[in-house]
């Protein structure tokens, strides 16, 4: 008798100075409840950890054998982190993978997490006929309630299959996500290539996610499928509640953005800088972080020029 094969998926954790979160996520992952069908591995990018993490995973490399581990030479970001575990899971894995499943270090899935994904888009592929771009996970905070960072953009008729016949309860249409918890299929990421490691940290999810929604279909996101997101505190990216010290994440998020609108064309683009140039004006900090966030701005409309990977995968 001919064992089935079993299909891969593989989770894509980025980390950085975060041992104790890190630890707790890749518990959570590995103890991830799954259909028979499927066998899951982790690949942890670690972007040059200097706090006893990259020691740990060595250790835990060797012992648990669905571990594999990408160091970085230098800190890539998150949105370096991602582009290299996906690329190295594309171009590199001995297995046919099947997904890809994309985790912060302060991510905890529940144990049902994955599974739920797995089996909801199977049940609304098969209702429906499309395949999702992606499969995003309901994302909460440490007590419970929604995590303000990670609210999945919604298409105008997001609830188009609530209450529809045989479709599972809590599924909702969206465009763009975070990747605190996706679940991309393998060959959608061949079409559309890699996130843009040029941006570091801020909208390179947003960005990816949006590319592939564009191939004709969008994304899911699950209610069923939980997974906590262990923030600091719980608070949206807003630079009305920006702290001094938060300056420099702002400035790869502002400059980001403007690239993004600046790409959909001049009136965005100006419409864009008039309401981010309001909102630094409003914004918490000394002048010195004005500044830095104006001159940030300035560089996402008319200098940078970040690359879309598209190369073979």
Known sequence: M???RLDTIVAVVVTYNRFELLQHCLQAVLNQDLPDDY???????????????????????????????????????GAGGFHAGIAHVVRNSSLSVEHIWLLD???????????????????????????PA????????KDHTICEMNIPTPVW?????????????????????????VLIPT??????????????????????????????????????SLVYHHTRENRGVNLLLMRQDEVWKYC????NGAFLHRRRGLLVGCYFVFNRLRDIWRAPVGWSGKLRLCHALLDGMLLFNPVV????L
């Open 309 to 312: 990977d598209l190369s073979p």
């Open 252 to 255: 790869y998020g502002i400059r």
């Open 187 to 224: 060959d959608f990421v061949r079409r559309v290539g890699l996130p843009i490691a040029d941006f570091f940290i801020w909208s390179d999810d947003q960005e990816y996610t949006l590319r592939l929604s564009s191939l004709g279909y969008p994304g899911l996101c699950c209610a069923s």
């Open 134 to 141: 992606f499969m995003c996970s309901h994302v909460l905070w």
């Open 157 to 181: 008729d997001w609830n188009r299959y609530h209450r529809y016949s045989g479709m599972p309860e809590g599924l909702s249409l969206v465009n763009s996500c975070s990747f605190v918890s």
């Open 2 to 4: 001919v064992a089935k």
């Open 39 to 77: 066998q899951l591995q982790v690949l942890v990018v670690d972007n040059a950890s200097t706090d006893g993490t990259s020691a740990w995973l060595a250790g835990r490399e060797t012992a648990e054998p669905r571990i594999r581990v990408l160091r970085m030479s230098t800190n890539t970001g």
């Open 105 to 131: 270090d302060d991510t905890i899935p529940t144990p049902n997490a994955l599974q739920q994904l797995l089996l909801q888009r199977d049940q609304f592929s098969c209702i429906t006929g499309h395949q």
